[in-house]
């Protein structure tokens, strides 16, 4: 069997408050955001030793809030590294529309398990109903099937009572019936005739 891919496990985690005025004057004005994200992503990689690097939503909406003329001269951030060495960088502090939105998601997340829950139910209850109502048809089947057979039987021995009664009274053969004739209808004196 192959092995299911487990979940890296988190080796090392920091907080850190990353410095990047001092990178981002180094360029003109219309860069300085994209500076600032290198800046991030390079002392991310000199602190935590690892060049897989991934910058979280909230780190990123930070930076970029105010343009990109106008980053933040510090950024208060947790770095996560997993086994694999992948560092996984987000805000220190969620800001609280970050935080309404985890508890939606938390939220919608329990109301599912708990919807699964009940169609699970649901789903039981219909089979045991079906299963049920299954028995009760083959049950039905069995009956329909034991009378046909017996009808089936009782025919067989009528036919074989009248070939005997025919082996008997060879002179009892069935002969067909005449076609009937069409009934000729009758007119009444008071009725006029016609021509």
Do not use: C
């Amino acid at each position: 069997m192959a092995k299911k891919a487990s979940e890296p496990k988190n080796v090392l985690e920091r907080t850190y408050n990353v410095p990047l005025r001092r990178e981002f004057l180094k360029v003109p004005r219309y860069e300085r955001a994209r500076k600032a994200m290198d800046a991030l992503r390079a002392f991310i990689k000199r602190h935590m030793k690892s060049e897989d690097i991934k910058i979280g939503k909230y780190a990123n909406e930070m930076i970029w809030n105010h343009g990109i003329k106008n980053p933040p001269h510090h950024v208060k951030v947790n770095a996560v590294k997993d086994d694999k060495g992948t560092v996984k960088v987000e805000l220190a502090e969620l800001p609280t529309y970050a935080k309404r939105q985890q508890k939606k998601q938390e939220e919608s997340a329990k109301k599912a398990e708990e919807l699964k829950k009940k169609t699970k139910k649901e789903e039981a209850k219909k089979e045991e109903a079906k299963t049920a109502a299954e028995k009760k048809e083959e049950a039905i089947e069995a009956i329909v099937e034991k009378a046909h057979e017996e009808k089936a039987e009782e025919a067989k021995e009528v036919l074989k009572e009248e070939i005997k009664e025919l082996k008997e009274h060879p002179k009892k053969i069935h002969q067909p019936k005449p076609a009937p004739q069409p009934k000729s209808v009758q007119q009444h004196p008071t009725a006029p005739r016609s021509v």
